[in-house]
């Protein structure tokens, strides 16, 4: 269980401090999958990197299984973390970029290819397992974070924006197949994204970010519902005006 008590993280500025979390207090419980949307600059890469510990300036209380965060052991109890950027290993090939973390714990050479030639079929990269990171495209190289981080079976899951770069139809398939083996694993999951289609999918909750803040905690079905009224009335605003000189009404997010 991950529980954030009246928790608050900064960040030092040339000038002061910057409040990147305001006082949030939110329970993620074991096995479940909890999506954090919100727009850019709200503190949902921030609330991953609290619970990774690679922040800096926190005050209040953020814990994993009754442990501080800073103090719990996530090589041993299995964190897994998919960063915006995923970085790759450069110089492994797509093979020991996904085999490494099982390597690392010590798993015999046998267990750890079918493992890694488990996972790589189901993300499309079987073929391309002896291939180096910069020769894939960079939808293949997002899979390859993703198979990485999902190989040890991790207890605890934390993606930021994990499908950004892939094209709409592999972005369907691929959240599929997360979430089908986070189900399986059991594992918790931590979810970002700013696609709130992508958000319903994914998760049981859905926790929206604003500046900081915790707006709304609600279940996906809730939240799928505001969502379609919030698209029925403002369709009926823009139906009540005179067509303007675009339809577009996209927020611009990220
Ligand atoms: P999101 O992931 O929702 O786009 P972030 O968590 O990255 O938001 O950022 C939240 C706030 O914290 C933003 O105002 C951002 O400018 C600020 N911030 C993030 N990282 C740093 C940093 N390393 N130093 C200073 N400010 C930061
Ligand atoms: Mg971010």
Redesign the pocket.
């Known amino acids: 269980m991950i529980e954030f008590d009246d928790f608050t ?1 900064y ?3 040339k000038k002061g401090y ?4 305001d006082k949030i207090s939110l329970t993620v419980g074991d096995g479940e999958k909890v999506a ?1 949307v ?12 609290c619970i990774l510990d690679s ?1 800096q300036y926190t005050e209040g209380s953020l814990t994993i299984d009754g442990t501080e965060a800073r103090k719990y052991d996530k090589r041993k109890n299995g964190l897994a973390y998919v960063s ?1 950027e995923y970085v790759l290993y450069p110089k492994m090939t797509v093979f020991q970029n996904i085999a490494y973390p099982l390597m690392a714990s010590g798993m015999s050479f046998g267990q750890t290819e079918e493992l890694v030639t488990d996972i790589a079929k189901r993300f499309g990269l079987f073929r391309l397992l002896t291939r180096k990171p910069k020769q894939l495209s960079g939808g293949q190289q997002q899979a390859v974070a993703i198979a990485r981080a999902l190989v040890k079976k991790p207890a605890i899951a934390l993606f ?2 994990p499908l950004s770069n892939l094209d709409p139809l592999r972005r369907e398939k691929f959240r599929k197949i997360i979430v089908d083996i986070c189900d399986k694993n059991g594992s918790t999951v931590i979810y ?1 994204t ?1 696609d709130p289609e992508e958000a319903c999918y994914v998760a049981d909750k859905i926790v929206v ?1 604003e ?2 803040e915790i707006k709304g905690v609600m279940s996906s079905k809730e939240y799928a519902r505001a969502l379609e009224e919030y698209k029925s009335t403002s369709a009926a605003a823009y139906g009540g005006e005179e067509q303007g000189a675009d339809g577009e009404s996209g927020d611009g997010e ?1």
């Open positions: 993280c960040y030092k500025l910057g409040v990147a979390l954090v919100g727009p850019s600059g709200s503190g949902k890469t921030t609330l991953l990197k922040v915006q930021d924006e970002v700013h970010l500046e900081g990220d």
